[in-house]
């Protein structure tokens, strides 16, 4: 054991303060991001010969009022959906060792549900009546996405389908469902109060999804520091039967990870509709499901479920919106930029493959076994 | 290379995060003998085997096979060299038929014969009196049934080489009979055959030749005749037969009052792994000891006392009031304790650091509400880490990177953590080095002396003498005896074990 | 010392049915479309009754059946491939685009199609096999690539105006003695469309290939136990490679069968079409463990999923979204019965 030990040790003690920093788990969104901020500057210095990129103004919106705007402004705006989804995902992640790909599909469920409630109330009622809608609406499509979601975690705990898979019943459903629940109606709400979750409240220049999302933040943050979410999904994603033999159920915490996960989405939901005031069944929140995954994995958390960082994951999702919008920028199609991205899923499972640590893993052993062989030459010797 | 020798294999290396489980390991098997691979759990025998089928990468060394090196990167180059294997688990395909999984990975050709496997393998089977129709789907068949018929595989390969990893553990008298003409067979046709098991009987009925491994290295190669069975055990343990019988601890048993209530008291404990219903008790500061061979119910039965598999029947009392344990909180919440036959995989929380893997149990117990401030934990774990001098470079390494004995150090942190009343410890001491053997033994007795009942099995029969003041022996699923006092030897628990005098 | 090795139980001994879980699968599959087919015979009648009806399920269905096809292989390998549909819609589009504006023919339109569901193959395949990633999340980068890719080459749909290929596409096989007579009691022979012929002569050679080919009967080795079919001497890793290559193959077969058929190219084309196939193989008996299904069970999860589809539509709930609601059901019955029986067995085995 002894020569096994030391080299462990050792490999600690030398262990210099650039390898420290390398093996964060924040490093790889935060290097990114960097990446790209800096990218972005080297363009618009040669391209426009300013910073307009990150300039961030306060000028009248087109409903009158002063609200910041710019880039920046926009990505973090933007970026409110998917942090939230990134939260959800990552525990799905960590407890289940999968993802759900049916987020899109029931944002669209949780944003119809809530059009339901809110298109039968006429524009002119009082403030406190609306807000009573607006709040029932909400916690109608909560309930809504959080059995959807133990739906989902129903198969994945109780009869053991792999997550991708169960979650595939929603993914090919939930937009049919979704246009079922309003009977395929093009719903538009022409009540301005509606939209004030989606875009700006008169009088706050910051737009209200951030709000939101920093809400969400602060109350998962709350959560994992009051309870033991985080150790029990770790231990469950990492090694269930001993979870199991430790009194943990690991059912139950799969089938919990997916209910926080519909609750996250019945919040995107609210966001989503509000945005435009209205709901296209085949395209809202297209194509979310992908960045989800793709903020955990950028957040440098392990897609076969265990360990996660949950700011490195919300910080993956930024650095994802921001991509995209640089994406944008450069004159990519919307629909084109899945093609980027799926480049960059792959250069980032390469990374973090069981096959590269596998051959680490190796070349330590041969080393280690080297050593062995001279100690023999030298005791014969 | 050693005249007649048609496998020599000269500083064999591997090294698993944080295990040695071999170091240079040299083993030689010549034309036409039976040679025994011998050692306790964990010695490295199965991983010798897995090295040379290409199983494992070695991670040095070199293996010469008749008079040329070989280098075996996977089992297709094994097979193609002419080496073939029955492992020690089934390595067989279910979903496939008998037939298939016979002739599978090892014919020329693009297509499928199937008349021509069906009516070869029948042929086989017959021979070898194999109960089982060659179209049947292997899944379906019994696990005995299984093992035959992976055995009929190898020996249909024109080998030079045959090994036979515990083949017998689950056969029956008569098969394991069968099988031994097979290998005399074999023997006679040049064919050199590394045999690994457990029975020391089986060992000296067809053996020529045994080679000794320990913790991962070589003891040595001896021929058969020139090793008595004593000797053979002790070489195998590391330690003389006579020294042991010295080290048993005196005066426990006076210690425990069996006037008082038993800590823990079950009557007719049914579960659903097999195990025949069963009663047991145990009483404060006793250390009491499940035996029998591998697969006779010992770890099923701690497992039913804990809740760990499904519970269907009886009643447990504990300190003589009536409880319900259905699953593992019910038996941590009374005060239960259990460390796991198998550490890597029911044990450890492999990611999670040394520190999550100590305070699990415990914060499982205080509820998902309330978790230990870091603080709090950090104390604990420090704690502990100095109580059993567990070498970890910080609290914050994920325990997988930490040795065997290590490892277990933690999970019995966890569990002492948890302060139980009663700790059930399944082979505490498999496949770790011999130091931590020694201090985990100690540990049980000191806890003993604390008023703590301890349940303790071992694999290894003197440590269980050394340690327990009573032994249940199981066969078959079924308790068969209790030895305690001065029936507590070898010769009488291995009479117990076998059901007939020695 | 004797010490006597312990017999099994009884109990494990005992014989259970002597059928293969392949077997028994493709048996449920087929009873539960014949039912279904009589049921709309007997109770829908509309065009059920007439021979055409069954063809033009053929006909609508022959691109999903070799996409379901190759999926059928990589699942019994134990893997899955998300990536068919969109591949589908991304051989539509390249070969739309050739053949339209790049001047090119027929058989070079093949050949692209042949050539960019054997690129995915090897590149999806070599991923998952050689480094060991999963093959759900490898697929999904690949989905999103095609589907990136597809809109690169074009956003709008094309339509197809080469004369020859226009031809291929309208060629119709008719099918001797079956048919029905209109109402002026004129007989009009029932026909498919070449796609169907290419198709079912594919399902027979994947058919004799799992059958009767080493490769073949490798898929299912590896699918059943990936250990073990390595200690039983197969390189598991070219298998699972070449199940990949295969399953891309067939996505650039079907995307030239679903291009046959639509005659045009559009990012639309095929949407959905990977839950389609992924949802026929499992419908068809394949398990998503790995190392249990059948061609020919896949060419009835296709046919009784088409089915459905259209008694759905023809009971009067032709809304789009019934039959995705549908499919999703189906789906997860079938899902939930596989999870039922493999928990079955396991716990008989303990």
């Known amino acids: 054991m002894s020569t096994n030990e030391k080299a462990i040790s050792s490999s600690n003690s030398v262990k210099s303060f650039f390898a420290k920093i390398v093996r964060n788990q924040l490093f790889i969104p935060i290097a990114a991001l960097l990446l790209l901020i800096i990218f972005n500057f080297a363009a618009d210095i040669i391209l426009h010969a300013d910073t307009s990129f990150f300039k961030i103004v306060l000028e009248p919106s087109s409903t009158g009022n002063m609200v910041l705007s710019g880039n920046l402004i926009t990505i973090i705006d933007n970026a409110s959906e998917l942090a939230l989804l990134a939260i959800g995902m990552t525990l799905v992640t960590s407890a289940s060792g999968g993802q759900d790909i049916s987020v899109g599909a029931t944002i669209a469920i949780a944003g119809s549900t809530i059009l339901r409630i809110v298109k039968g109330y006429s524009p002119d009622i009082s403030g406190a009546k609306f807000a009573a809608v607006i709040i029932g609406a909400f916690l109608l499509s909560v309930i809504v996405s959080a059995l959807f979601g133990a739906f989902n975690g129903a198969l994945v705990a109780y009869f053991k389908i792999q997550p991708m898979v169960a979650t595939l019943i929603l993914f090919t459903a939930g937009r049919s469902i979704a246009a079922w629940i309003n009977n395929n109606d093009n719903i538009s709400i022409n009540d301005t109060r509606f939209g004030y979750f989606g875009n700006f409240i008169p009088g706050i220049p910051v737009p209200t999804p951030v709000f939101i999302t920093i809400i969400c933040i602060i109350v998962i943050a709350l959560v994992l520091k009051f309870t033991n979410l985080r150790l029990y999904s770790q231990a469950v994603g990492i090694n269930a039967s001993s979870s199991r033999l430790n009194g943990i159920n690991p059912k139950t915490i799969k089938l919990l990870s997916f209910i926080i996960l519909g609750i996250c989405v019945a919040v995107c939901g609210l966001i989503k509709v509000s945005r435009t005031s209205s709901i296209t069944y085949a395209v809202i929140a297209n194509n979310i499901e992908m960045d989800a995954i793709l903020a955990v994995a950028l957040g440098g958390n392990n897609l076969g479920g265990g360990k996660f960082n949950m700011t490195a994951s919300v910080l993956g999702a930024y650095v994802i919106q921001f991509l995209t919008t640089t994406l944008f920028r450069m004159k990519v199609s919307s629909s084109a930029i899945s093609a980027y991205k799926a480049i960059v899923v792959i250069l980032l499972i390469i990374m973090s493959s069981p096959f590269i640590r596998k051959w680490l893993a190796d070349r330590k052993n041969r080393r280690l076994a080297a050593k062995a062989g001279s100690n023999v030459r030298k005791e014969v010797a | ?502 | 010392m004797s010490i006597n090795t312990p017999a099994l139980n009884g109990k494990s001994l005992k014989r259970r049915s002597s059928y293969t879980d392949t077997n028994l699968l493709l048996i449920i599959t087929i009873a539960v479309f014949i039912v279904m087919y009589v049921c709309a015979v007997v109770f829908l009648k509309k065009g059920f009754t007439k021979p055409q009806m069954f063809f033009n399920i053929l006909n609508e269905n022959a691109s999903l059946l070799v996409l379901s096809c190759g999926m059928t292989l990589v699942m019994i390998t134990g893997g899955i491939d998300i990536s068919v549909g969109q591949v589908t819609s991304l051989v539509c589009m390249a070969c739309a685009v050739h053949l339209e504006q790049n001047g090119g023919n027929v058989f070079t339109s093949i050949l692209l199609a042949l050539g960019i569901g054997l690129a995915f193959g090897i590149v999806q395949g070599f991923l998952v096999a050689y480094l060991e990633f999963q093959p759900f999340i490898v697929t999904l980068a690949g989905l999103f690539f095609a589907k990136g890719l597809t809109t690169i080459i074009s956003s709008d749909r094309i339509s197809v105006t080469n004369e020859a290929f226009v031809k291929l596409c309208r060629y119709e096989v008719t099918i001797p003695f079956l048919g029905s007579v209109n109402k002026k009691g004129i007989f009009i022979p029932a026909y498919v469309e070449i796609g169907v012929v290419v198709a079912l002569v594919l399902v027979v050679l994947l058919f004799c290939m799992l059958r009767w080919t080493k490769l073949g009967r490798n898929f299912y080795a590896v699918g059943g136990n990936n250990q073990s079919a390595n200690m039983l001497g197969i390189n598991v890793k070219l298998t699972k490679f070449l199940a990949h290559v295969l399953c891309g193959l067939c996505a650039g077969i079907g995307g030239y069968l679903f291009f046959l058929h639509a005659c045009s190219g559009s990012p639309l084309h095929a949407q959905g079409a990977e839950m389609n196939a992924i949802a026929s193989s499992i419908i068809g008996g394949t398990l998503l463990s790995g190392g249990v299904g059948n061609i020919a069970g896949t060419l009835f999860g296709v046919l009784s999923l088409s089915t459905i589809k259209m008694i759905v539509t023809s009971l009067g709930f032709d809304d789009p979204w019934w039959t995705n609601i549908t499919v999703a059901l189906m789906l997860c019955i079938f899902l939930l019965v596989q999870s039922v029986i493999l928990s079955r067995k396991n716990k008989t085995k303990k």
């Open chain 2, 1 to 502: 290379m050693i005249e007649g020798a048609v496998l020599e294999m000269r500083g064999i290396c591997k090294y698993f995060p944080g295990v040695r489980a071999l170091e240079k390991v040299d083993f030689t098997l010549r034309e036409g003998e039976i040679h025994a691979l011998m050692g306790e759990n964990g010695a490295g025998k199965s991983t010798l085997i897995k090295v040379l089928t290409g199983v494992y990468p070695m991670d040095g060394g070199e293996v010469m096979l008749s008079d040329h090196f070989v280098h075996i990167r996977s089992p297709q180059d094994a097979q193609n060299v002419g080496i073939a294997t029955v492992y020690q688990e089934i390595t067989l395909c279910p979903n496939l038929t008998v037939a298939e999984n016979m002739y599978i990975g090892r014919t020329k050709g693009v297509l499928t014969d199937w008349r021509m496997m069906n009516s070869s393998a029948g042929r086989l089977l017959e021979e070898l009196g194999i109960p089982v129709s060659p179209k049947e789907q292997l899944g379906n068949c019994s696990i005995a049934v299984q093992q035959m018929v992976a055995i009929a595989r190898a020996v249909d390969m024109d080998c030079k080489v045959l090994i036979l990893d515990e083949p017998t553990s689950s056969l029956d008298e008569q098969e394991v009979q069968k099988l031994f003409n097979l290998m005399r067979d074999l023997k006679k046709k040049g064919v050199g055959i590394i045999f690994v098991t457990h029975f020391l009987e089986q060992v000296y009925e067809v053996c020529d030749r045994i080679t000794v491994l320990r913790d991962g290295k070589l003891v040595g190669e001896y021929v058969i005749e020139d090793l008595p069975r004593v000797q053979l055990v002790s070489k195998m343990l590391g330690k003389d037969f006579d020294d042991m019988a010295d080290i048993k601890t005196e005066g426990d048993a006076d210690r425990i009052d069996l006037s008082e209530l038993p800590v823990y008291q079950a009557n007719n404990l049914t579960g659903t792994t097999g195990i025949k219903p069963f009663d047991f008790e145990i009483h404060a500061g006793e250390v009491n000891g499940f035996t029998g061979l591998l697969g006779s119910g010992r770890s099923e039965s701690v497992r039913a006392i804990f809740g760990a598999d499904r519970v269907v029947g009886g009643t447990v009392k504990m300190h003589g009031k009536t409880v319900k344990i259905r699953k593992p909180l019910d038996a941590m919440k009374h005060g239960i304790s259990y460390l796991p036959e198998d550490r890597k995989l029911d044990g450890i929380v492999g990611d999670l650091s040394v520190r999550d893997n100590i305070i699990l149990a415990l914060q499982v117990m205080k509820g998902f509400f309330r978790p230990f401030s870091r603080a709090q934990a950090e104390r604990f774990a420090d704690y502990y880490i100095k109580l059993l001098n567990i070498k970890t470079a910080s609290q914050d390494t994920p325990i997988k990177s930490l040795s065997g004995g290590n490892q277990q150090k933690v999970i019995l942190a966890r569990w002492l953590l948890a302060d139980p009343v009663y700790l059930i410890l399944d082979e505490p001491t498999r496949g770790i080095d011999v130091g931590t053997k020694v201090e985990i033994q100690k540990l049980v007795l000191k806890l003993a002396a604390e008023g703590k009942s301890v349940t303790f099995i071992s694999s290894e029969i003197d440590e269980m003498i050394r340690t327990c003041s009573r032994l249940i022996v199981m066969r078959d699923g079924k308790v068969v005896g209790e030895l305690k006092g001065d029936d507590l030897n070898q010769n009488k628990i291995m009479a117990t074990i076998a059901g007939g005098e020695s």
